[in-house]
């Protein structure tokens, strides 16, 4: 999904993950060590077209929760710990508050950020601009 250029290509490959990773919000072990990949592809050059399916799959992991297989195996917390790995790329994710993901951008941090009122100042300063790609 990451090296693809052309839009259908990148997305085969987000159904292949979002299919993976998270179902209809509900999140499965793969989602940490996918979530790490996805933040760091945000600090390459990659196209337009995957950096938009990256922000569109961080936003649906960060707004789920452990599906009921993962609860009964032991892991009841995947969305919060995909909330806090999160944390750890928001600069990368208030970048895109400038870009034609910035809805995406700003529904991801609305779920991480704890310090609303920086999303609320930074968020300000973007609005009516016109958002690049």
Not at 4 to 12: A, F, N, Q, R
Not at 51 to 58: F, G, K, N, Q
Not at 109 to 129: N, Q
């Amino acid at each position: 999904m990451v090296s693809g250029e052309i839009e259908e290509e990148v997305m085969d490959a987000y159904w292949d993950l979002e299919n993976t990773v998270v179902v209809q919000g509900q999140l499965f072990d793969s989602v940490l060590p996918a979530l790490s990949v996805l933040l760091a592809a945000l600090t390459e050059e990659i196209s337009v077209e995957a950096r938009d399916a990256v922000v569109e799959l961080i936003h649906q992991i960060v707004s789920g929760e452990s599906d009921e297989e993962e609860v009964e195996r032991g892991s009841p917390d995947l969305g919060p710990c995909c909330r806090e790995l999160a944390r750890e790329g928001l600069w990368l994710l208030y970048q895109e508050l400038g870009t034609r993901r910035r809805e995406n951008a700003e529904a991801i941090l609305e779920a991480i950020d704890p310090d609303k009122e920086r999303l609320a100042v930074l968020r300000s300063s973007v609005r009516g601009k016109s958002a690049p790609r």
